[in-house]
């Protein structure tokens, strides 16, 4: 019998033992076979986050997603069969958002437990949560999420329909659990007001210094580029949403001082309940005088990656900002697309190619390896020019000795 899912609670979920999952994904008219398979890697990568080893993928072409099921019937007695032969799968993942209703179909078609991908995402983040900032936010983030799925999620109570008369113990149920998901969702939403009067405070008393704030996708580095900028100790290994707590470091480059944030990383699909509860953690990059877009340019979907920041930048306010593209794991890139029989002249020009048209599509650009620290001093000089020039139009009429 399947474990019951349970979102974020310590000692539940992923965490303890290692769960065998399969992936679903579906090729629609909006979404490619190449951008489904894409989408699979990633959310296979956040199921490695969470703990789960993904088996086995299925996809299918559907129009749109059935209703009831997500998947057509075939596909989902294909699913069905795979499990009752694979006995240790005891998880299904599937790539967009269920209703209460899908999930309640599916949990009873396939006796396993139905993981989508925002419920995978709010795990993470929740097992993540450090501070009680980010606990209040992705506590806010579940009960968002939970409360348009609760009438799907109580079918099992409900009488069969009718007219007069007909309304079941399940309705009840329902009613009680939503005013108690209503009243959380205040409480949490009052008590993030008070956290976030206490950020502000905290942000006014930081001085004069200008801020810089380093955003980006998930996983590309920003939090390594953080540790050897600010010599500090962040966390920073190869997982999904490493860093979910905003870190906040005074940096001197010579001697001129200046804030440095590392924020949560941002995905694709990323639940917009999600980015409503995070978004006074992301007053840092609102409220920041520049940022550093860091990139994986060694990821074969790294300009996918930079639309998602940037439209995702834009809708927190932030778009505007004087930005220094960063592309950082370059040594990556050559170990991954190089020829070893490429002389050092052809590399040369295929990375000045790379940089002025990456220049004409993003802006002002810098190539980089935060892990062999190549192209440093370069970055360095580029972001020391833009913070002078932050300086200078916050007090033109005070000199600094920095030069």
């Given amino acids: 019998m399947a474990k019951e899912w349970t979102m974020g ?3 539940s979920s992923l965490k303890q033992e290692t769960e065998y999952a399969v992936l679903v994904s579906l090729i629609t008219p909006d979404v490619t076979e190449t951008q489904a398979l ?32 997500y998947v057509g019937k075939g596909k989902l007695e294909e699913i069905r069969l795979y499990l009752e032969r694979h006995e240790e799968v005891n998880m299904v993942i599937f790539d967009d958002d269920l209703s209460g209703k ?19 995402i709010l795990d993470i983040f929740a097992r993540r949560a450090q501070t009680a900032q980010a606990k209040t936010q992705v506590e806010l983030a579940q009960m968002k999420y939970l409360l348009p799925r609760l009438r799907g999620l109580w079918t099992h109570l409900e009488r069969q329909r009718g007219g007069i008369g007909m309304r ?27 956290i976030d009067r206490q950020a502000q405070t905290q942000r006014k008393t930081r001085g004069e210094m200008i801020r810089v704030a380093l955003v980006g996708y998930t996983n590309v580095g920003k939090s390594t580029l953080m540790n050897l900028m600010s010599k500090s100790e962040v966390l920073a290994e190869n997982k999904l949403f490493a860093t979910l707590d905003t870190t906040v470091r005074k940096v001197v480059f010579g001697t001129m001082p200046f804030l440095l944030s590392d924020t949560v990383g941002f995905i694709r699909k990323l639940p917009h309940h999600l980015v409503e509860s995070f978004k006074s953690t992301l007053d840092e990059v609102r409220e920041s005088d520049i940022l550093l877009h860091v990139v994986d340019v060694a990821h074969p979907q790294f300009e996918d990656h ?38 050092a002249e052809t590399k040369t020009e295929i990375e000045q ?35 002078k020039e932050a300086y200078v139009v916050r007090y033109p009429h005070q000199v600094k000795g920095w030069d």
């Avoid at 009680?176 to 009052?190: F, H, M, N």
């Avoid at 993003?362 to 062999?372: I, K």
């Fill in 168 to 194: 079941g113990p399940g309705e009840t149920q329902i009613e009680t659990d939503r005013r108690l998901v209503q009243y959380r969702i205040k409480s949490l939403e009052e008590k993030l007001k008070d």
């Fill in 9 to 11: 609670e310590k000692g």
């Fill in 306 to 343: 930079i639309k998602t920041v940037v439209s995702t930048l834009q809708d927190i306010g932030a778009g505007e900002k004087p930005t220094l593209m960063v592309y950082n794991k370059i040594d990556l890139y050559r170990e991954r697309y190089y020829d070893e029989l490429l002389d």
């Fill in 102 to 120: 899908q999930t309640n179909n599916l949990e009873e078609a396939l006796k396993v437990k139905i993981v989508d991908r925002s419920t995978l």
């Fill in 353 to 387: 190619e790379l940089r002025e048209r990456l220049g004409n599509n993003y802006g002002e650009n810098v190539f980089l390896s935060a892990h062999t620290k190549e192209g440093i001093e370069d970055f360095r000089e580029r972001l020391t020019r833009l913070i």
């Fill in 38 to 69: 894409e989408y699979l890697d990633e959310l296979e990568f956040l199921a490695s986050t969470a703990g789960a080893q993904s088996i086995r993928r299925f996809t299918q072409r559907l129009q749109h997603p059935e209703h009831r099921t």
